[in-house]
């Protein structure tokens, strides 16, 4: 072990986007990564969306790597690997999303487990991991972009008749990650 002076250097950013569909996730992701490097030749965006990332070639030469499912962690980290070796500045992972509720997603891979619950979780925890370790551990700037939904909770309520009963409550927008 080294103890040594702290020194300011050249940090990589972790950013993530989230909205709605079409709430502009795609397009402010390519600009900040033009802002990042200068130049979007560095710029490889992983599309998970139906190529959806080549609606704007118009604001420059980016790479596109299309993934296509199963949406397994093992696939995103190969797919971030892959733009890494490729000498890419800024990866935009667009999105995150299939990763946990895709085809061949986590919570698919839960399914099809069967079983007991937390076993599941025991086997599936670990590469969810190290799939955001991939991210965290990455030479490049990475930005991800993730849908986001309605979400509910069920709140007793008591309906006409007196009796009580479990009802559905918006409570507003959640990440699907």
């Not at 950013?13 to 397009?27: A, C």
Request: net charge positive.
């Amino acid at each position: 072990m080294k103890i040594q002076q702290a020194s300011r250097k050249k940090a990589k950013i972790r950013l993530g986007l989230s909205s709605v569909s079409g709430g502009g996730k795609t397009y402010s992701s390519i600009l900040i990564a033009k802002g990042l490097c200068g130049d979007l030749s560095k710029v490889v965006i992983i599309d998970t969306e139906n190529s959806s990332a080549d609606l704007y070639a118009d604001l420059g030469n980016y790479k596109v790597l299309s993934l296509t499912p199963p949406f397994s962690p093992e696939r995103y980290i190969e797919a971030i690997q892959a733009s890494e070796k490729a000498g890419m500045e800024v990866i935009i992972i667009d999105s995150i999303s299939h990763e946990w509720e895709g085809k061949g997603g986590v919570l698919e891979m839960a399914d099809a487990l069967g079983g007991q619950y937390q076993s599941a979780w025991k086997t599936l925890t670990p590469r969810h991991e190290a799939f955001k370790q991939s991210i965290l551990q990455s030479p490049c700037h990475i930005i991800t972009t993730v849908r986001r939904k309605q979400d509910y909770v069920l709140q007793e309520k008591t309906n006409k008749s007196g009796k009580t009963v479990q009802a559905p409550v918006k409570v507003g927008l959640k990440e699907v990650t």
